[in-house]
């Protein structure tokens, strides 16, 4: 079987994942993985997915659009190689959060400072609603920092772009985030 990354994008309605389920299992695949999401009124995922070896990515973008007919979504399908997690540098999961005014610039500061550094954005949950108040403007990246990076300079680098911005940023293990933020 061929590895397959496939978005999926739309106004967001019920029943999207089931008929993007179905209508991947008809065509003989097999879900490893989802990520779903929504942003205000839109309905966001990435399925990766194990496909037949004898139904390539045009046949198969072809047979999700007309299944999801009518739902009036976007599919997208791509080739996924089968190792390309195996590739990156040990790493240990963090978890940058920032909150503060809304101004231009936010994400691509501190995503930038990420960069540099050589660290992985494993998700990003952002809203931004504008003015000044701090709680109604937040962000919270899981990141994987890999073990070759100071995580001293890191953290230097991320609270100098933060206080350019006018944020508050915090920057913890991902268990202790977890252990803190437990309901």
Same mark, same amino acid.
């Given at each position: 079987m061929t590895q397959a990354v496939i978005? *999926?994008?739309?106004? @967001?309605? #019920? &029943?999207?994942? +089931?008929? *993007?389920?179905?209508?991947?299992? %008809?065509?003989?695949?097999?879900?490893?993985?989802?990520?779903?999401?929504? $942003?205000?009124?839109?309905? &966001?995922? $990435?399925?990766? *997915?194990?496909? #037949? @070896?004898?139904? %390539?990515?045009? +046949? $198969? +973008?072809h047979t999700l659009t007309a299944a999801l007919e009518g739902l009036d979504l976007d599919v997208i399908v791509h080739a996924y190689p089968a190792g390309a997690a195996a590739s990156r540098p040990h790493a240990e999961p963090f978890v940058v959060t920032t909150h503060g005014p809304d101004r231009p610039g936010i994400v691509a500061a501190v995503s930038g400072v990420l960069a540099r550094y050589g660290v992985n954005v494993t998700d990003l949950q952002a809203v931004f609603e504008g003015g000044d108040r701090p709680e109604a403007n937040a962000m919270i990246f899981q990141?994987?920092? #890999?073990?070759? *990076?100071? $995580?001293?300079?890191?953290?230097?680098?991320? +609270?100098s772009a933060a206080e350019r911005l006018g944020l508050e940023l915090n920057v913890q293990h991902r268990r202790l985030f977890e252990i803190m933020n437990r309901i």
């Open positions: 978005s *999926v994008l739309g106004e @967001d309605r #019920p &029943g999207i994942i +089931a008929a *993007v389920s179905q209508a991947l299992l %008809d065509a003989g695949c097999n879900i490893r993985s989802v990520s779903q999401t929504l $942003l205000q009124a839109v309905f &966001g995922a $990435l399925f990766v *997915v194990a496909m #037949p @070896d004898e139904v %390539d990515e045009a +046949a $198969l +973008a990141v994987d920092v #890999p073990d070759s *990076v100071s $995580l001293a300079a890191l953290k230097a680098d991320l +609270a």
